[in-house]
């Protein structure tokens, strides 16, 4: 069955350095989706992307952040300036439809820790 | 703000008895969806039930809607030791198609051997 694969599967970066983070969708996949999952806490929405740009972002998701789909099969999610509260599981998913008809199809997620 | 809120946070039986966990959510939905995380990995889908729907079943599972309560529950029946893991739902705003689930803070299920 395909799945979504991301990597790396642990990330440790220093505070106020860049990162980027990396997820192959499923192929066939239409809507890309980056949530992350504070240890403990709720999984939370990060930003949507669809027709090679971003559809909705949520609060979470301000200027330190942006995405990409440099060619037809990666989306990246990029940090700008880790800060240590950036520290969680950032989880990429994909899905066919829109979240009307569609479940999501997630990845194993990154674990970023800021120190 | 609209938010999945289950309970209870944290359910322990044995194997083979059944498992209920309950969702809460604040507004208007187009569906609401059950996932499961087992430790250290992402979420798996399990089932999505349209708010026009009251009660869908797959496998094992039982999931109900009551939009007027503005709740869903999730049965696992007869349970196994693999259905170890964390339950989260999610709904998915009527308002708009491209925004991200709402995901609750989850269930900790721990089935006893």
Same mark, same amino acid.
């Given at each position: ?115 | ?17 059944? %498992? ?57 029946? %007869?349970?196994? %030791? ?9 709904? %998915? ?21």
């Amino acid at each position: 069955e395909p799945e979504v694969t991301q990597t790396p599967s642990h990330q440790v970066t220093q505070m106020g350095q860049e990162v980027i983070l990396r997820c192959v969708p499923i192929s066939n996949h239409l809507y890309f989706y980056w949530y992350r999952q504070i240890l403990g806490q709720k999984v939370e929405f990060l930003v949507s992307f669809y027709n090679n740009e971003i559809s909705e972002k949520s609060e979470i998701f301000d200027d330190q952040f942006s995405v990409e789909r440099p060619d037809g099969s990666n989306f990246t999610l990029k940090i700008r300036s880790t800060k240590l509260e950036d520290s969680a599981m950032y989880f990429c998913a994909s899905s066919d439809g829109n979240l009307y008809n569609s479940p999501l199809h997630f990845g194993n997620g990154t674990r970023l820790t800021v120190t | 703000s609209q938010q999945g809120e289950e309970d209870p946070q944290a359910l322990s039986i044995q194997e083979g008895e059944n %498992a209920t966990m309950n969702c809460s959510y604040k507004t208007s939905i187009n569906n609401l969806q059950w996932y499961r995380q087992n430790s250290g990995r992402g979420l798996v889908h399990l089932i999505l039930i349209r708010s026009n729907e009251r009660e869908k079943h797959s496998g094992r599972l039982r999931v109900t809607l009551d939009t007027s309560k503005k709740s869903s529950s999730l049965l696992i029946t %007869a349970s196994r %030791a693999a259905d170890t893991a964390s339950y989260f739902c999610a709904t %998915a705003y009527s308002g708009g198609g491209a925004d991200g689930l709402t995901f609750g803070k989850g269930t900790h299920l721990i089935i006893q051997p």
